[in-house]
C-alpha cells in the first residue's frame, strides 16, 4: 500500500509539473505574441508618423541635415551627378574607377631595397 500511494504522489507531481510547465508555454507565448506586435508597431513609420507628428519631422529634418552634410562632403568625378548615384546609373562606373585606383600604404607597400 505504500508504493502504491508513493507511485500515486509521484504520479500527481509529474501532472502538477507538466500542469506547470503548461502554463509557462502559454504565458512564454503570449509574451512572444506581444512582442511581435510591438515590434511590428515600431517598424510601422506611419504609426510614428501619425502619432507623433511634430517628433516625426524633426527627425526628418534632422535627418536631411546630417545627409546634406555628408553629401556635400563627398566629392564625385568629374561629369557625375548625384541623381545617377541615387539611381544607380553610376554605381558600375564608380566601382571599375576604384578598383582601378590603388591605395597604398607606405609602411607596407613600400619597395624592398635590394642593398645586400
Same mark, same amino acid.
Given at each position: ?42 517598424? *510601422? ?5 501619425? +502619432?507623433? %507628428? $511634430?517628433?516625426?519631422? @524633426?527627425?526628418?529634418?534632422?535627418? /536631411?541635415?546630417?545627409? *546634406? ?5 563627398? +566629392?564625385? %568625378? $568629374?561629369?557625375?551627378? @548625384?541623381?545617377?548615384?541615387?539611381? /544607380?546609373?553610376?554605381? *558600375? ?5 576604384? +578598383? ?17
Amino acid at each position: 500500500m505504500f508504493s502504491n500511494q508513493k507511485a500515486a504522489e509521484r504520479l500527481e507531481e509529474r501532472r502538477n509539473a507538466r500542469a506547470r510547465i503548461a502554463r509557462l508555454r502559454r504565458r512564454i507565448d503570449r509574451r512572444a505574441g506581444l512582442l511581435v506586435d510591438r515590434s511590428c508597431q515600431l517598424i *510601422a513609420w506611419r504609426g510614428y508618423v501619425a +502619432r507623433y %507628428p $511634430a517628433q516625426s519631422l @524633426l527627425a526628418a529634418t534632422g535627418l /536631411g541635415f546630417v545627409l *546634406a552634410t555628408v553629401i556635400d562632403k563627398v +566629392r564625385l %568625378p $568629374a561629369g557625375m551627378k @548625384l541623381h545617377d548615384l541615387a539611381t /544607380g546609373a553610376a554605381w *558600375a562606373g564608380m566601382w571599375r574607377n576604384l +578598383r582601378k585606383t590603388r591605395v597604398t600604404d607606405p609602411v607596407t607597400d613600400a619597395p624592398e631595397s635590394t642593398d645586400e
